[in-house]
């Protein structure tokens, strides 16, 4: 087994990690400028939402009226009443507008652990293109960071938006499921596959 290993071809590898470190990359940049803006509308709804005003014919910002609407004609459609009815009594309550800029900011979170998550998937791959061999320390080391990074995807956004269905009452929140629990066991199964080949490379040394 030894020998072939040591006879490996690793073209194919290498050209396939070329191409996902390239993507990767390309991807953590575009998630740094998706962070970037969602952190400037979190800021900028934060400051806007207490100045949103709901009368009986139109919505205004501070004095600026942004859309007007027929509230008899709504009342007559049992739809139309119903959101009107929700919409002010959202707007009424002081505490609750807040719940569009921290569901934003929960947002936020997600694209900076998704950045991580391709800054470590670039790190990975770049490594294994560049290297003579994919079983190193390192590779061991940047997978453990993509599992705990994974795992704070699954937690973190999930935990924060129940908090907040809690404290507001809301019937929304963000869930994980059995795709995002499996990406983790792969993860673990991919660290053990590395680690198994380190042991074998270090065992012909």
Do not use: R
Not at 25 to 47: D, H, N, Q, R
């Amino acid at each position: 087994m030894v020998m072939k290993m040591e006879k490996y071809d690793l073209t194919s590898l290498k050209k396939v990690s070329k191409a996902i470190y390239i993507i990767s990359k390309i991807m953590e940049i575009v998630m740094i400028v998706a962070a970037s803006f969602t952190f400037l509308v979190g800021i900028l709804c934060t400051i806007s939402v207490k100045k949103i005003n709901i009368s009986e014919n139109y919505i205004s910002w501070g004095k600026v009226k942004i859309a007007a609407y027929d509230a008899e004609k709504l009342a007559q459609s049992e739809v139309g009443s119903k959101v009107v009815e929700v919409v002010k009594n959202f707007f009424s309550d002081g505490s609750k507008p807040y719940i569009i800029p921290i569901y934003i900011f929960i947002g936020l979170i997600v694209l900076v652990i998704f950045v991580f998550v391709f800054h470590y998937i670039y790190k990975l791959f770049k490594n294994i293109y560049e290297k003579n061999s994919p079983f190193t320390d390192e590779n061991i080391s940047i997978i453990n960071k993509l599992i705990y990074t994974s795992l704070i995807y699954i937690c973190a956004p999930t935990l924060l938006t129940y908090l907040v269905k809690w404290i507001f009452k809301v019937p929304f929140a963000f869930s994980w499921g059995l795709l995002e629990v499996l990406l983790v066991l792969m993860l673990f199964a991919l660290k053990y596959i590395f680690e198994y080949g380190k042991s074998l490379e270090t065992k012909k040394k």
